[in-house]
């Protein structure tokens, strides 16, 4: 089977995600664009409809989709159970922002980083005086800190989700076909090779999937994964970092992708590329699609990078301590090659905790307070610089590379906190 590209991650609904790329006409492409659109109009009545009437739940949501398919006539083209899904796609926006506020918790990437502040995390940082009591009435500040739901614009990517109607497969699975008020047609499937090893009831959700490189199709399969493995006797710490993908408690390195580097600097020249040409011009729009290609690449490439490497660790350990970093803080930088890095961080601890669950692995988040400060050795804490490379102790004498000693610190955390 192929990890790299046919399995999504889904860790909470405990489904596999399989992806094929569509072959059809223009024309059939541009009705899988009204769909798309037409899921997006969904999603933001319904969103809209939510803040005019608080006090409304997921079942209103679900009923005013009737209204919409009533009120327009685009809207009653797309299948019902599609319209659904986008409803239920407002409601998850919603009710993140709930959950956001009861926890006090920022929304997604929306807090900015303060200037100054150590990029790994290694100091706590109190939490904002400001976040306040959760209840959804709102400031400014207050809709920004929480991950307000905020309406979808047209743009390159975009989906439309159908359920079990609305869809079907040929016989020998190699095309589908949309059967809503779209009337998209059948199209060619590339990359469907697993689809065959399951039932058809056990598709629970079509998803269309537009990119800058075309169109996708991807099917949500209920069926948990669980794969056998032997018991390797073995623990692991890793600490992520700039200079190397990671570096284990035994001493070992991940080198950072080096096609990762080669590509950032190419989207470097294309995106300043872009910014010279006139606005609305149409070689500022070839430029952009350009551009969105190789972020399309890039994140292919990054993924098959991650996912091989998180794989490997998880399968030749029994347990696997990493820090529990807010990464959240860290995404929005001005720096390009770090931003790339937080990225394949994020994920990589995502596929961990996936194959972790896989594999029947421990996978374990700890505190990143004072990993590197303190001693591996002795336990005592060594102040040092983000610059400083090597630990050596003070106390003990005990010398390590900076990140060796760090990884070991969150080995030796991540055994306590299962103890
Ligand atoms: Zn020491």
Redesign the pocket.
């Known amino acids: 089977m192929d990890y790299n590209y046919a399995i999504e991650l889904s860790v909470n609904k405990k489904m596999l995600v399989f992806e094929a790329k569509l072959e059809g006409t223009s024309e059939q492409y541009g009705k899988l664009d009204e769909a798309i659109r037409t899921a997006r109009f969904v999603r933001n009545s319904c969103l809209r409809h939510w803040m005019d009437n608080k006090d409304i739940d997921k079942y209103d949501l679900s009923a005013y989709c009737a209204v919409l398919a009533k009120e327009f006539e685009f809207a009653k083209n797309l299948n019902s159970m599609a319209r659904q899904a986008s409803a239920e796609r407002a409601w998850a926006a919603i009710s993140r922002f709930y959950d956001n506020c009861k926890k006090d918790k920022p929304g997604r990437g929306l807090t900015r980083k303060k200037v100054g502040q150590p990029y790994n995390n290694e100091y706590p940082t109190e939490p904002s005086d400001q976040q306040t009591e959760g209840c959804p009435t709102f400031s400014g500040t207050m809709r920004r800190k929480k991950g307000y739901p905020r309406f979808k614009k047209e743009q390159t990517h975009g989906s439309v989700e159908y359920k079990t109607s609305g869809w079907r497969l040929s016989e020998n699975r190699r095309h589908i076909a949309f059967s809503d008020g779209f009337e998209a047609g059948t199209f060619k499937m590339w990359g469907t090779r697993d689809l065959h090893f399951y039932q058809l009831k056990q598709i629970k959700r079509v998803r269309v999937v537009r990119r800058a490189d075309g169109y996708y199709v991807q099917f949500c399969i209920d069926q948990e994964r669980i794969e056998k493995r032997e018991p390797t006797a073995h623990n692991i710490g890793i600490d992520v970092g700039l200079n190397h993908f990671y570096t284990d408690s035994d001493g070992n390195t991940v080198a950072n992708p080096r096609h990762l580097r080669k590509s950032e600097k190419s989207l470097k020249r294309l995106s300043r590329r872009m910014s010279k040409t006139d606005k609305g011009s149409k070689n500022r729009a070839k430029f952009r699609n350009k551009l969105a290609r190789k972020h399309l690449k890039v994140s292919r490439q990054r993924k098959d990078f991650v996912v091989k490497t998180a794989r490997c660790v998880v399968q030749s350990n029994d347990l696997v301590a990493y820090e529990d970093l807010k990464v959240r803080n860290m995404v929005r930088n001005r720096h390009l090659a770090k931003s790339i890095s937080d990225a394949a961080w994020t994920q990589f601890r995502q596929w961990v905790e996936y194959f972790g669950k896989v594999f029947g692995v421990v996978t374990v988040a700890v505190l990143p307070h004072y990993t590197s400060q303190n001693?591996?050795?002795?336990?005592?804490v060594?102040k040092k610089s983000l610059s400083t490379r090597t630990h050596a102790?003070?106390?003990?004498?005990?010398i390590q590379d900076r990140d060796w000693n760090a990884a070991r610190n969150i080995l030796e955390k991540g055994l306590r906190q299962v103890a």
């Open positions: 001693c591996s050795n002795c336990g005592e060594v102790c003070l106390h003990c004498g005990h």
